[in-house]
T-cell receptor
Framework: DAGITQSPRHKVTETGTPVTLRCHQT?????MYWYRQDPGHGLRLIHY???????DKGEVSDGYSVSRSKTEDFLLTLESATSSQTSVYFC???????????FGPGTRLLVL | KQEVTQIPAALSVPEGENLVLNCSFT??????LQWFRQDPGKGLTSLLL?????REQTSGRLNASLDKSSGRSTLYIAASQPGDSATYLC??????????FGEGTQLTVNP
């Protein structure tokens, strides 16, 4: 399995609080992605990164920001969490654009 | 906007049966298509990736085909086993680095 870890694996938070999820890889892959998975919607891309400090928006980026200061770490921040952001968040990596994506184990986030 | 549909949403078969999972997409201008497996509470595991110029890919008991012009892909699983029970997702990549996922087919293989 690709060396991808996500932290925390589970989190419960309250509406209005900031939340940061971390994705860490040991594969030195250039591309990193954040998805959310919800019933009835499948997986949807939030943001992705194509290099250190290089990021772009995905399909559902409103309310989320990302940062990538090192190749191995990609952070997803919910500036002010809302109940609609309750979801399972997956990080993925790929060696190149259009290459196979490898997924992390996911983070379950509950916003009360 | 690309839309990906997987039919059926759920499938239950006896062990040993050969089966086909279907994936259709609305925009045929794709770069590639991937099939993934997801076990309950877990992340996704990549099974097969088919480039737009390819017709099929094989890995062990799995065979994925792609008909780009008709917007269809199938995943064939031979001699199914209880360990194959999982949700199978297909995803297509169009322009840019974005994957569009279907909602998956939940497969149960009964011993």
């Amino acid at each position: 399995d690709a060396g991808i870890t996500q932290s925390p694996r589970h989190k419960v938070t309250e509406t209005g609080t900031p939340v940061t999820l971390r994705c860490h890889q040991t594969e030195n892959h250039r591309y990193m992605y954040w998805y959310r998975q919800d019933p009835g919607h499948g997986l949807r891309l939030i943001h992705y990164s194509y290099g250190v400090k290089d990021t772009d928006k995905g399909e559902v980026s409103d309310g989320y920001s990302v940062s990538r200061s090192k190749t191995e770490d990609f952070l997803l921040t919910l500036e002010s969490a809302t109940s609609s952001q309750t979801s399972v968040y997956f990080c993925a990596i790929s060696d190149g654009d259009g290459e196979t994506q490898y997924f992390g184990p996911g983070t379950r986030l509950l916003v009360l | 906007k690309q839309e990906v549909t997987q039919i059926p949403a759920a499938l239950s078969v006896p062990e040993g049966e050969n089966l086909v999972l279907n994936c259709s997409f609305t925009d045929s201008a794709i770069y590639n298509l991937q099939w993934f497996r997801q076990d309950p509470g877990k992340g996704l595991t990549s099974l097969l990736l088919i480039q737009s110029s390819q017709r099929e890919q094989t890995s062990g008991r799995l065979n994925a085909s792609l008909d780009k012009s008709s917007g269809r892909s199938t995943l064939y699983i031979a001699a199914s086993q209880p360990g194959d029970s999982a949700t199978y997702l297909c995803a297509v990549r169009g322009s840019g680095s974005r994957l569009t996922f279907g909602e998956g087919t939940q497969l149960t293989v009964n011993p």
